[in-house]
């Protein structure tokens, strides 16, 4: 995708530039394929009874279904895969032929599912290229729709586990239900352990990538590389609009869209926020800085 002319900048400032004309179309088909996702997810069961819980390992970084393997998922990614694959095939319509055939693949038996679930969890390329070769699909659609049914499955997960996610005990940049990266942020206001105080500044919670659980994260802290120190880390914002934002970290080269939520009664959909601002994408990418999370939508390039 080309990074549109006027998002490229030399000045610290970001204009008050909206998402440009020619990525509408694009925003609306990842609008429209989050709304897919929370529909496959609530048709998904809800995470089995009797999972055992250990508030050590988990406050040691262990997430919530760090135990959850290919063999126990693979049945809800099948339902998930077969509730998706006809549907994502009408939000993007070049992708037709291969969730045709990726459907067809799932329907003759559970023999590939799991598989491919451990290729997407180990994010394995050879057993991708492998898989899709004898499914016969593009490995790059193979492993956008494939991610998109273990999204949804992941999701129902998390709608029963999500309470147990103490942020007081997580303190990691992964999502603590399943692990996965985050692809946003959001700021907002906390009350404090006394009902008078309220954080001005504001905390930052991020949004999983794969779940869409949210956790609580250090606000002056690079997500990608953990740096502290203030004067390695910068936020840059649109002129004016300084509820879309930029997190920058100069150590490690990385960038996180964060939305500014604080003293806003406006509510925000994180599901559909990053695509959204892809316009936030090209401008942090036109910088030198690299996304923290890789999506579909911010592989981004000024060729």
Known sequence: ?????????????????????????VIDRFTALAALRREIAAAVPDAPVG???????????KPLLADAGPAELAPDFRLAAGLLLP?????????????????????????LAEPLVTALAQGSEEDVEALAAEMGVRPGALVFASREALSAVLRARAR???????????????????????????????SEPSE????????????????????????????????????????????????????????????LIVLNRVESTRDADLDTAPAAMIHLDAAAQARGYAPICDTPWNHLNSD
Not at 3 to 25: Q, R
Not at 56 to 61: K, Y
Not at 164 to 172: C, F, R, S, T
């Open 51 to 61: 999972m055992t819980f250990d508030p050590d390992l988990f406050a040691a970084g």
């Open 160 to 190: 029963t586990l999500s309470p147990l996610a103490d942020d007081v005990l997580w303190q990691q940049p992964a999502c603590p239900v399943c692990g996965g990266p985050p692809d946003c942020g959001m700021l907002k206001e906390q």
């Open 87 to 111: 549907r994502l095939a009408e939000i993007f319509p070049a992708l037709a032929k291969d969730a045709a055939a990726l459907a067809q693949a799932m329907a003759m038996g559970p023999r």
């Open 196 to 255: 008078f105080l309220i954080a001005k500044s504001g905390r930052l919670y991020l949004h999983c990538a794969l779940c869409g659980h949210q956790w609580r994260y250090p606000r002056l802290k690079c997500v990608a590389c953990g740096e502290g120190e203030q004067e390695q880390l910068d936020v840059l914002f649109p002129a004016g609009r300084d509820r879309e934002r930029i997190h920058v970290c100069r150590s490690c080269g990385h960038y």
């Open 1 to 25: 995708m080309r990074i549109p002319p006027n998002m490229t900048h030399a000045s610290p400032d970001l204009p008050d530039v909206p998402p440009p004309a020619e990525l509408t179309e």
